[in-house]
């Protein structure tokens, strides 16, 4: 703020001028340059002027973080052992802006819709980051008039959110996308989703994992049957997605309070919701005499029947287990649903998807359904739980593709060093130099073994009168003679071997 005997100065300075421009013996020229340095005066002393000078707090916002090159070198390779099982069952990949406007977004996401970060008005559009990969791609579909694709895609989204990093909840964060898009006959595409959470997991190694599977037509079935009026659906849905991490009793509490249902009603919804299993818990289901009187009930039971059969099939039944406590609150999801948990960590669900028939019709002018059925990779989430496994073994991760370090021994070969940098490159080998006409051998060769490249070239004088140069291997520190003239040949040779 400006101190209160500046403001004086400057206002008694403008009165002044002020005078002299009343007065018709001023001369108008000078009180112009008068004027022009006192309004200069004024701007350096502005407030946003004093707040800039201040000092700049450097941080990122809220709910993000930068990621230097070991974390990035980690999460790429996660990304990439996702990216090969996707591509594994036949998917290609598409992109998406990660904006979208925001009528596009709004009244997809249920009562999370609050979530969405809205964008100023920019060109006459009203614009907000996407929640999600999901509905973009229902989007595209509908744009483009495709009715039928298998597509993964890989990419940030943003949530205003309350962040948690030490689980893995971000507000800016990597998901992975893997949907199928078209007409398919029951289950058999939804099982595909099932195996492929299945295999990522168990590629990651992250450990002991559970696929929770329930279905949005058993839930509805099984509101009816507590006496939930249809229109209370999916505000009821929403309130029963958060028993992953709130206890039964207060999520009792808001569908009484917030919900406004009768007790007697929540209790109801709370014998069934409460209850896990394998397919003897359909069996058990379908002798509930009450629930089979409602028809959508019947339809997930035997949805749901026929997808345990599949995942027998494909060999991932072991891994999955009814929940019906499962709602995934997005409205969007229309039949099968589910999520993955690992079992002895606390960073919640690492996977998650389901069926969503309805969504590309939205977008529709002639209201044209799409089925689509998909799953979504917490893949922060992994990186968590990856990570810190990882520190705990003491494991090393080299940040670069490098295999070859080009070294001198002595001083002014650095010309050779290049003519020999400049081949390996042309041969598409990764390898660099330190880019000092004359380091000392020494530390180049303890710069290889700090950053993990395997081989090191060095070029000395008496080599080079030969034609040669020396190739050590920098884990067993043996050294051989090379003809300059095959270095490259002997690199790339080596390279196959330990491949």
Known sequence: ??????????LKQLEDIVEKLKSTEADSEKVAEELAALLKQKAALSPENESASQKLTLKTP????????????????????????FELHGAETIDTPIFELKEILTGKYGEDTKLIYDLKDQGGEILALRYDLTVPFARYLAMSKIASMKRYQIGKVYRRDNPSMTKGRYREFYQCDFDIAGQCDPMLPDAECVKIVVEILNKLEIGSFTVKINHRCLLDGIFAACGVPEEKFRTVCSSVDKLDKTPWEEVRKEIIEQKQLDPDVADKIGSYVSKRGNDDLITELQQDEVLMKESSAKQGLDALKLLFEYCKIYKVADKIEIDLGLARGLDYYTGVIYE??????EVGSVAGGGRYDNLVGMFDVKKKNVPCVGVSIGVERIFSVLENQSANRGEKLRTTKVQVFVATAQKDLHRERMQILADLWQAGIGAEQFNKLNAKLLKQLQHCEESGIPLAIIVGESELARGEVKLREVD????????????????????????
């Open 340 to 345: 993955a948990v690992l079992s002895n960590s």
């Open 62 to 85: 809220k709910g993000t973080k930068d990621y230097g090159p070991k974390q990035t070198a980690f999460r790429q390779n996660v990304l990439d052992k996702i990216r090969s099982v």
């Open 1 to 10: 703020m400006m101190a209160d005997a500046t403001r004086t100065n400057l």
């Open 476 to 499: 067993t520190r043996t050294e051989r003679l090379v003809s300059k003239e095959k270095i490259v040949e002997e690199i790339q040779n080596w390279i196959s071997s330990q491949q």
